[in-house]
């Protein structure tokens, strides 16, 4: 990154945004899954 960068289009932070959030939510429904299935 150097200072003579334009800044990131805003599609480019939302998509990053939405990546972020997809594989946050995956990360939680893989824990909850395998803690559900270890306590079955």
Not at 19 to 26: E, F, G, L, P, R
């Amino acid at each position: 990154m150097t200072g003579g960068e334009a800044p990131a289009p805003l599609w480019r932070k939302l998509a990053w945004l939405a990546a972020i959030w997809a594989a946050s939510v995956a990360a939680l429904g893989i824990v909850a899954y395998l803690i559900r299935f270890w306590l079955r």
